[in-house]
């Protein structure tokens, strides 16, 4: 069964962006391929395999785009409540080791950006975070070992 991918909207939108942009790019790597065929001898042409390797990159990222967003499953936002950590959730944790205090927004994988603080759901932090409650203290596995992390708030 297929891996499903829970995007924002706005996720979907530049999902399906990125892949009109990367359909659109199918005619110029064709001709690029032309052009360098017209030149000559194919077996020691640098820029013919330049243009075929580009292209197989090209079609490689179409098919994963492709993928992505057939198995693409679309969060209503307005369901979202702040009870539990859950998906699209703002949450503010605290290494109880340390002190450290850390703001992270769960998302999807495809949506991912850690210095924007958006924390893929996928990832060992969020999982142990989903379904908790503020105040509950976690535990984590991450490669360097077990951290305990406490919610200190969930928002919108």
Excluded: C, W
Aim: zero cysteines.
């Amino acid at each position: 069964m297929a891996e499903v991918h829970y995007l924002t909207q706005k996720g979907l939108d530049d999902l399906k962006a990125q892949l009109e942009e990367a359909i659109a790019q199918r005619p110029i790597i064709s001709k690029a391929i032309a052009e360098a065929r017209d030149k000559g001898d194919l077996s020691e042409n640098a820029e013919y395999d330049a243009a075929r390797e580009a292209q197989g990159l090209l079609e490689l990222k179409i098919s994963k785009l492709q993928d992505t967003l057939a198995t693409a499953r679309v969060i209503d936002e307005s369901k979202i409540n702040t009870d539990t950590v859950q998906m699209l959730n703002k949450v503010k944790i605290k290494n109880t080791a340390n002190g450290a205090t850390m703001e992270y927004t769960i998302v999807g994988e495809s949506e991912a950006n850690f210095r924007e603080g958006k924390l893929a759901v996928g990832t060992p932090i969020a999982k142990a975070l989903l379904g908790h409650k503020k105040g509950d203290v976690v535990d984590v596995q991450v490669p360097s070992g077990l951290i305990k992390f406490e919610i200190i708030d969930i928002s919108i």
